[in-house]
């Protein structure tokens, strides 16, 4: 441990500059956590040119001459947040650094994340910290169908060099979250799905004169128009080419969700989903991924149905989940879903299941499972070091690699 505290201190000047270029590092650990196979008893894992070139037991597995060697107790993939509205919404918690809701209209899905996203807001750094190497962030509830989503690295000087996916998915929002008052449009849960099938038909049927609201338009020479953005992003959404990322909560909300991937055949994830429990064989029977609410969300209005046991529940339906940092409305603006997928190993999850549920198994489900999540040949290096078992309150990341970088130091 101290070899690796001095080395860390002595690098960190270099490494944290975005700019940096990938270390040749080998990882040592007293346990080595793949997430690909089984638990390796004093591993290591070597990374050259950014990517991972060997993992197995250190007596086996050679270090090249010239290469850095880190050492730690316990080593874990980097760790992926499902969902997050991180470098959207910012710790300041003013207007000028809430980016992550528009509230103009109903139906924005032609909303990038990319072009709010901000690499530099001191909560990507301080997720980071924790070991988060990869974060699925983007538009977060609050309207009917609020933007696009991405998918980042926590390092990088801009949204361009931070993405790896600058288009994950459309993200929607069924019950009281996205209902709106006075009269507005979408008032009550009919018509928020009323809304959502207008949306998808015009774009079926290239019906660009005719606006997600509902309302026809008359005028024969918007027939020739060409598509408008909203329009072509549904059609994405229609060609499997982005999942509909749909937030539902209540177990009516979840059906509804359901409902329209039946009707439209489309590629569905849900988020939230904290009554999920109540409906695993409908969620079985569908084929949906579910990137289920944090543990500790605080258990109000429609998460007042919210259990500690939902992970447990969807694994012994064999329903694929991953947690998330999910949105919040306070500061800091962010949870770690470390702790979260902890809660969640103290209330039923297996230890595996839990750190599966914030690595490989959120990598899948934001479909970048080829590249993170699991400390494999050939993927990306992105590890975590702690000082002890990541979950136990007691214990601290002690080093974060990204990409063959060294980017954290300071153990948290």
């Known amino acids: 441990m101290k070899r690796m505290t001095n080395y860390l201190a002595a690098a960190s000047a270099l490494v944290l500059a975005a700019g940096a270029q990938a270390q040749d590092i080998a990882i040592k650990g007293e346990q080595v956590h793949t997430m690909a196979g089984p638990v390796i008893e004093n591993g290591v894992v070597v990374i050259d040119d950014g990517k991972i070139v060997a993992v197995g037991p250190a007596a086996s597995t050679a270090i090249p001459a010239g290469f850095e060697v880190l050492e730690a107790k316990v080593v874990t993939p980097g760790l992926v947040d499902a969902r997050s509205v991180v470098g959207l919404a910012g710790y300041l918690n003013q207007p000028h650094d809430q980016d992550q809701l528009d509230e103009s209209a109903p139906v924005q899905p032609h909303l990038r994340?990319?072009?709010?996203?901000?690499?530099?807001?001191?909560?990507?750094?301080?997720?980071?910290?924790?070991?988060?190497?990869?974060?699925?962030?983007?538009?977060g509830p609050g309207a009917l169908v609020s933007g696009q989503t991405m998918i980042a690295k926590t390092i990088g000087n801009t949204a361009d060099a931070a993405a790896i996916v600058e288009r994950a998915?459309?993200?929607?929002?069924?019950?009281?979250?996205?209902?709106?008052?006075?009269?507005?449009?979408?008032?009550?849960?009919?018509?928020?799905?009323?809304?959502?099938?207008?949306a998808l038909i015009s774009a079926k049927q290239g019906d660009a004169a005719k606006p997600a609201g509902g309302r026809s338009n008359d005028d024969k020479s918007n027939a020739d128009k060409p598509p408008t953005l909203e329009t072509q992003v549904m059609r994405d959404v229609l060609a499997g080419k982005l999942p509909l990322l749909v937030t539902a909560n209540r177990a009516q909300d979840i059906m509804s969700a359901l409902r329209l991937k039946q009707e439209f055949g489309i590629d569905l994830v849900l988020d939230g989903a904290s009554e999920a429990y109540l409906l695993t064989d409908e969620i079985k029977a569908a084929g949906v991924k579910v990137i289920l609410h944090p543990p500790m969300t605080r258990q109000y209005g429609e998460f007042e149905n919210a259990?500690?046991?939902?992970?447990?529940?969807?694994?012994?339906?064999?329903?694929?989940?991953?947690?998330?940092?999910?949105?919040?409305?306070?500061?800091?603006?962010?949870?770690?879903?470390?702790?979260?997928?902890?809660?969640a190993a103290a209330n039923g999850l297996s230890w595996n299941d839990?750190?599966?549920?914030?690595?490989?198994?959120?990598?899948?489900?934001?479909?970048?499972?080829?590249?993170?999540g699991s400390l494999e040949i050939g993927k990306d290096g992105d590890v975590a070091l702690f000082d002890g078992?990541?979950?136990?309150?007691?214990?601290?990341?002690?080093?974060?690699?990204?990409?063959?970088?060294?980017?954290?130091?300071?153990?948290?």
Do not use: C
Request: hydrophobic share 45%.
């Open 354 to 372: 839990a750190l599966a549920s914030v690595t490989i198994d959120a990598a899948r489900i934001i479909g970048v499972g080829d590249r993170v």
């Open 113 to 139: 994340a990319i072009d709010a996203y901000n690499p530099q807001e001191p909560l990507v750094e301080w997720l980071r910290g924790f070991g988060v190497t990869t974060v699925h962030t983007g538009h």
């Open 389 to 412: 078992d990541p979950f136990e309150y007691t214990s601290h990341a002690v080093g974060v690699v990204i990409d063959g970088k060294v980017v954290s130091t300071a153990s948290q």
């Open 307 to 343: 259990s500690f046991t939902t992970g447990e529940a969807m694994r012994a339906a064999g329903i694929p989940f991953a947690y998330q940092s999910s949105y919040e409305g306070y500061v800091p603006k962010t949870r770690v879903v470390l702790f979260e997928a902890a809660i």
């Open 169 to 198: 998915m459309v993200a929607a929002n069924l019950g009281p979250m996205a209902l709106t008052e006075r009269g507005k449009s979408p008032g009550t849960r009919a018509k928020q799905m009323a809304m959502l099938r207008q």
